[in-house]
């Protein structure tokens, strides 16, 4: 995937993003001890940041300017011509990617935010990925030269424009289709974890208030 995308393929390139962007933090964040986070969060430091980057709006900002920024044609082709800026990149996603799931799924629960407020921020999250996506599926021009021109080290280009039928227009379009198609997915699975959180946590408190 890392030598098509850098190489050949657009559309690999948005199938590496949307997992180094949305789906590795995502498990990251679900994956966190809670007791561990715990007793991170009491060092004075680790809390004052955890508001700060926790606080929805700003996680929301930071992770969409992140991916919206780096397909800026000019940050975006230098990513593929210099090596310490494309290793740069990934880190961003994987750093911003976290901090943007984090208000919704952190696994300590009082910094949480209510389930259905972070319906509302997954949906506007998928939106903003999906307009990001449309562009690319809609554009008749390619924006990255480097897939126009690939120097074919591999040797794989025959096989990518003639087997598979990729020329540069139809790989961008395959590459926004794959980021709005890819992120909706993802997006509608974390709200089906939401609404059912949300359906479990008013189950208890209705036994709850039954039993008193």
């Known amino acids: 995937m890392d030598g098509l995308g850098d190489d050949y393929l657009f559309s690999a390139h948005m199938v590496q993003h949307m997992l180094l962007d949305f789906v590795a933090p995502l498990f990251f964040v679900l994956g966190c001890p809670a007791e561990q986070m715990r007793r991170a969060l009491r060092w004075p430091v680790m809390d004052r940041m955890e508001r700060f980057l926790g606080y929805p709006a700003l996680a929301w900002l930071l992770g969409n300017f992140t991916l919206w920024i780096w397909h800026a044609p000019v940050l975006y082709n230098a990513t593929l011509e210099h090596e310490g800026i494309h290793i740069f990149e990934h880190l961003t996603m994987l750093v911003t990617g976290t901090i943007m799931w984090w208000p919704v799924f952190t696994t300590v629960d009082e910094?949480?935010?209510?389930?259905?407020?972070?319906?509302?921020?997954?949906?506007?999250?998928?939106?903003?990925?999906?307009?990001?996506?449309?562009?690319?599926?809609?554009?008749?021009?390619?924006?990255?030269?480097?897939y126009v021109h690939p120097e074919d080290l591999r040797g794989a280009l025959s096989l990518i424009r003639g087997q598979w039928g990729l020329d540069p227009v139809a790989d961008q379009q395959l590459g926004g289709a794959v980021m709005w198609v890819m992120g909706g997915v993802i997006g509608l699975w974390t709200i089906v974890m939401l609404v059912n959180r949300w359906y479990r946590e008013n189950n208890a408190l209705e036994v709850l208030a039954e039993e008193n």
């Open 111 to 146: 910094r949480r935010m209510r389930p259905m407020r972070g319906v509302i921020y997954v949906a506007a999250l998928s939106l903003s990925n999906g307009v990001l996506g449309i562009i690319f599926t809609f554009l008749n021009t390619p924006l990255y030269p480097a």
